[in-house]
């Protein structure tokens, strides 16, 4: 799901590169302003939420547990 998740926040323009299988890393500049971190929150909770949203329309039985 890592790629999804990189993809659903590059669609919502937070860009972000997949570190390991399961971890998305964020690089922000030194000099990021507390708006701008704020903003950033708030499309990794709406995307998060989204691809939540699309795991009740596929069966689980087909993921395997490490990936959920």
Do not use: G
């Not at 972000?16 to 000099?31: D, M, S």
């Amino acid at each position: 799901y890592t790629l999804k998740h990189v993809k659903k926040l590059m669609d919502n323009h937070l860009l972000t590169i997949r570190a390991a299988e399961n971890v998305i890393r964020i690089l922000p500049p030194l000099n990021v302003k507390k708006n701008e971190i704020d903003i950033s929150l708030k499309i990794i909770d709406k995307s998060v939420q989204n691809l939540n949203r699309m795991k009740h329309f596929i069966n689980l039985k087909d993921i395997p547990s490490k990936d959920l």
